[in-house]
């Protein structure tokens, strides 16, 4: 966005998803030791079981996604992991969002894993996060394999995993 510094940029080499499924375990298992600590609590929007597995064996606590808006977890979560776009019956991206942002304690990380290849869709993500009051953290990108160091090849970008975060500005009187 014109004004804002730019976010880091990080290459996390781990495979695709299998198809049906959101996340691999092996980016889970990431996302949960990059993001929280131990007896945090992650609220888990995706499909499958891998992010599940990662939390139970990283001593975290899990939370399953709701399945309408009176299923949200009452304890303030580490971490959301959703997918992009949210299910309809989440609502607008911007009150997707600031459900997300609800159930976040301060300084809390929402992850959001978009299928690599469309340019405009981390673009449209920030800007719903952004109007619901999360912050742009990281961009992780997603390869097949780790990048070789001189060389030009492609990285095969499978997801792109964008990182938000919930801060005290914005006139948040809870966190």
């Not at 080499?13 to 949960?32: D, Q």
């Not at 993001?35 to 499958?48: A, N, Y």
């Not at 929402?110 to 961009?139: C, F, M, N, R």
Request: aromatic share 4%.
């Amino acid at each position: 966005m014109p004004g804002d510094p730019p976010v880091p940029i990080t290459v996390w080499p781990v495979p695709a998803p299998h198809p049906g499924e959101t996340i691999s375990h092996p980016m889970g298992v990431r996302l949960v030791h990059n993001l929280t600590h131990t007896s945090d609590l992650i609220l888990d929007l995706t499909v499958g079981p891998q992010l599940t597995r990662a939390v139970i064996a990283s001593r975290r606590r899990r939370h399953p996604g709701p399945t309408d808006a009176a299923g949200w977890c009452p304890e303030p979560a580490a971490l959301v992991v959703a997918v992009w776009p949210p299910p309809p019956a989440a609502g607008p991206p911007s009150e997707f969002f600031s459900r997300c942002r609800a159930h976040l304690r301060a300084g809390g990380c929402v992850a959001v894993l978009l299928p690599h290849g469309d340019p405009t869709q981390p673009v449209d993500v920030v800007i719903a996060a952004k109007e619901a009051g999360l912050s742009y953290l990281q961009h992780i990108v997603a390869t097949h394999r780790a990048p070789v160091a001189g060389s030009r090849a492609e990285l095969n970008i499978h997801t792109d995993v964008l990182i938000l975060t919930r801060t005290r500005s914005g006139g948040d009187q809870n966190g």
